[in-house]
């Protein structure tokens, strides 16, 4: 079996040990040493580290299997190895974002499914190459995510379709919305801390340079300097307060690296100090280009504010539903309004006119006689003419009836004494048939107005 020895500058960090092949013999086996500088190789006495996966100006991460579990699964062990000569301050400064790192992936890696889970943090102390004085390193054991970041994949394939491109920005805001609203920020989003696994799924990797934040915010969470250089907005690269906006920037130059295949240096023009990408993507659409032009914007307050905020604007809104036809209940067919017949025939109609107009002229002719003109004479002739006009209406006096009264009314209009004498009941007589045909000229001269009006309304 191989194991890697984690000691920076380790002449020959690679060791064989032929009595680790039998797998009973890795779960008891007591502490192995590296054959060259005697660096304990068995971790914590737990994670045996088998391949180098990767080296920073941070440190290290070695692919590694968990012999205390009963399949021994793979899983990333990460040691703080800081490059360079750092003074105290500057070597405590990266001390604490390392075990920031520890912390949020023990805070969030087992809340959110594309976040890996932490499994372990120690820091053992054991003897320098020389066995002179005693060291101290930092290590943590993480959930080893199976695939290949999208560093590795723009390498392989080139550049990106916009299809695969929306559908990162919209899987790793999601995961910073939920980052955000943890009051933390990631501030080293790039396509290197993007991993895909083998079944697709993206994930966010190295937390290392999180930044915590209290709610409410404040004018003191300064940035440490820690970010990687074309992917970091202005505010963090002066070291000035950084925010959820700034991981939305390092998420739009990730994007445009991913859909043009070119290096951010070269997208930026830092004569101008904008980026000049669209030319290098022309099919992209210009929506999404508007989109993450607005992320990119140099000033915090300028972009999107939040991850929420630049998903909303990047999902389109649902189409608009057909207004919803309510089925109407049938009408009834239309039913024809007639107008009422008359209900008294032409002849009817004529006779009972007739009879009203002579009988009318002898009740007045009577009346004024024996009453003269008054109130009381008018009075009582309206309601006999009232009633005549009702009976008519009602049918009670009718054909024959209408001769026999109009003969019983001259009758005794003939005996009122004023009017003795042949030539004058001759005159009432004549006036009555006058008065007849009046009314007979009248009610037919309505009854035509009446069938004009019925035709057209």
Known sequence: MEIICTRPGCPKPRNFFGDLDDEAKIRTVRQKFCVSCGMPLLLADRYIPSKLLGQGG?????????????????????????????????????????????????????????????????????????????????????????????????????????????????EILKVLQFVHDNNTIHRDIKPSNIMRDKRGILYLLDFGAVKQVAIGGGNNKKSTGVYSMGFAPPEQMSGSQVYPSTDIYALAVTCITLLTGKPAEELYDSFNHNWQWRGFAPQTSDRLMDILDRMLLSAPAQRFQSATDALAALTPPPPAKPAQVVPQKPSPPATLIKLPKNPFSLIEAISGAAFTGFEGALLYIGLTNLLSVSGISLGILGMVMGGIVFALYRRAIEKVDLIIFGGITAGIVAFIPALHGALVIKFVLMIAAISAAGAIAITAFFRLVYQLLSRFL
């Open 58 to 170: 941070f440190g290290a991460a070695f692919l590694a299997c968990d012999r205390y579990k009963p399949k021994m699964p793979l899983c990333v062990v990460k040691q703080f190895q800081p490059s360079g000569d750092l003074d105290d301050r500057e070597l405590a400064v990266a001390q604490n974002l390392f075990q920031r790192e520890a912390v949020v992936l023990e805070e969030l890696g087992h809340k959110h499914p594309q976040i890996p889970d932490l499994y372990a943090f120690f820091t053992p102390i054991v003897r320098n190459a020389k066995d002179t004085e005693d060291e101290q390193y930092f290590y943590l054991a993480q959930e080893f995510i199976d695939g290949e970041d999208l560093e590795e994949e723009l390498a392989a394939k080139g550049k990106f379709s916009e299809a695969e491109v929306v559908e990162i920005l919209k």
